[in-house]
């Protein structure tokens, strides 16, 4: 059974930094590309960065420069490090991993950028 696991989501400045995790269980997590999407109040889900087994990554463009993704294969885990934080970023972020036709997801985590 695959699990997705986030966590590292809260309240934050505008300005400030947060790190976001998310491990993986039930998949071999190194040959999977892992993406960090999110979802804002009333708006569509949006790609954020994403990485693939061999470490090539893509970003929105909204997030270049601010955001970085990285994976530990032995720790089955990826992450999010994102700075420069501003308001819009405020939204529930979700960990996806996908191969082939197999796809699965986290159950988010609340990432809010307010003073």
């Known amino acids: 059974q695959v699990q997705l696991v986030e966590s590292g989501g809260g309240l934050v400045q505008p300005g400030g930094s947060l790190r976001l995790s998310c491990a993986a269980s039930?998949?071999?997590?190194?040959?999977?590309?892992m993406g960090w999407y999110r979802q804002a109040p009333g708006k569509q889900r949006e790609l954020v960065a994403k990485i693939t087994g061999s470490s090539s990554t893509n970003y929105a463009d909204s997030v270049k420069g601010r955001f970085t993704i990285s994976r530990d294969n032995a720790k089955d885990t990826v992450y999010l490090q994102m700075n420069s934080l501003k308001p819009e970023d405020t939204a529930v972020y979700y960990c996806?991993?996908?191969?082939?036709?197999?796809?699965?997801w986290g159950q988010g985590t609340q990432v809010t950028v307010s003073s």
């Open positions: 039930g998949i071999i997590f190194s040959i999977y590309t």
């Open positions: 996806n991993a996908v191969r082939a036709l197999h796809q699965a």
